[in-house]
C-alpha cells in the first residue's frame, strides 16, 4: 500500500521561498504520477501542479505559473514542489496525490483522478 508524507510547509513572508517533499513509502513511485494540490481557508482544494512518472511532463494551475516548480526524484521515492515569489493567496495546505495513470489534458487537476494521499503541509504566507 503506498503512503504519502507531505513536509516543508510553514511560515514564510511574502516573497519568500519553501520547498515542498512528498516522501513516498510502501510502495516505487516510479510508476505514478503525482499531483500537489492545495486548500485555502474556506476554498476548495485546487490542483496546483501535476508531474508523470518519468518526470518528463509537467503542468501547473495559472496562478503559480512561473513561480513554482514541480520536480521528483525516483531513485529517492520523493516528489517536490519549489516554490517561490510566494503570496498570501499561496496560503494553504498542500496536498500531494498519486495516480498509476497517465494524465491527457486537465485530468490531473480532478481530484477523483487520484488513488492515494497524504496528510498534508500547511504553508502560511503572511508577514
Known amino acids: 500500500q503506498l503512503q504519502l508524507v507531505e513536509s516543508g510547509g510553514g511560515l514564510v513572508q511574502p516573497g519568500g521561498s519553501l520547498r515542498l517533499s512528498c516522501a513516498a513509502s510502501g510502495s516505487t513511485l516510479n510508476y505514478y504520477s503525482i499531483g500537489w494540490f492545495r486548500q485555502g481557508p474556506g476554498k476548495e482544494r485546487e490542483g496546483v501542479s501535476g508531474?508523470?512518472?518519468?518526470?518528463?511532463?509537467?503542468d501547473y494551475a495559472e496562478p503559480v505559473k512561473g513561480r513554482f516548480t514541480i520536480s521528483r526524484d525516483n531513485a529517492k521515492n520523493t516528489v517536490y514542489l519549489q516554490m517561490n515569489s510566494l503570496e498570501p493567496e499561496d496560503t494553504g495546505t498542500y496536498y500531494c496525490?498519486?495516480?498509476?495513470?497517465?494524465?491527457?489534458?486537465?485530468?490531473?487537476?480532478?481530484?477523483?483522478?487520484?488513488?492515494?494521499w497524504g496528510q498534508g503541509t500547511r504553508v502560511t504566507v503572511s508577514s
Open positions: 496525490a498519486a495516480a498509476p495513470v497517465y494524465f491527457r489534458g486537465s485530468a490531473w487537476t480532478r481530484r477523483s483522478s487520484y488513488d492515494y
Open positions: 508531474i508523470s512518472s518519468s518526470g518528463g511532463s509537467t
